[in-house]
Nanobody
Framework: QVQLVESGGGLVQAGGSLRLSCAAS????????MGWFRQAPGKEREFVAG????????YYSDFAKGRFTISRDNANNTVYLQVNNMKPEDTAVYYC???????????????????WGQGTQVTVSS
């Protein structure tokens, strides 16, 4: 069983930055593909960014390119999401997710992930 705990959310003004963290339990973190998703009120959960387990390749949704950066620290079992130049439409609950299958590929569908954190609220004021 893998436990994921997000942190770093909060209230930020438009144009500001946040770094979200997701700490994972277990000794196999380096073999998990990781992803960040978000869900705004009344909307479906959407993919933000992902990072592979093998070479740490990164990929992003179109809206995330240029402002969001995903990274991982395998020594500390943590994945990060840096968000710059934040906009009110970035307001959402942000979730990290882990795929323990070991399969390669870009995983943008929530169903590709086995484990989820509880989420961290991000609110961007205009």
């Amino acid at each position: 069983q893998v436990q994921l705990v997000e942190s770093g959310g909060g209230l930020v003004q438009a144009g500001g930055s946040l770094r979200l963290s997701c700490a994972a339990s277990g000794r196999s973190f380096r073999r998990y593909a990781m992803g960040w998703f978000r869900q705004a009120p009344g909307k479906e959960r959407e993919f933000v960014a992902g990072i592979t387990w093998s070479v740490g390749g990164t990929y992003y949704s179109d809206f995330a390119k240029g402002r969001f950066t995903i990274s991982r620290d395998n020594a500390n079992n943590t994945v990060y999401l840096q968000v710059n130049n934040m906009k009110p439409e970035d307001t959402a609950v942000y979730y990290c997710a882990a795929d323990a299958s070991g399969n390669y590929g870009f995983k943008v569908n929530p169903s590709a992930y086995d484990y989820w954190g509880q989420g961290t609220q991000v609110t961007v004021s205009s």
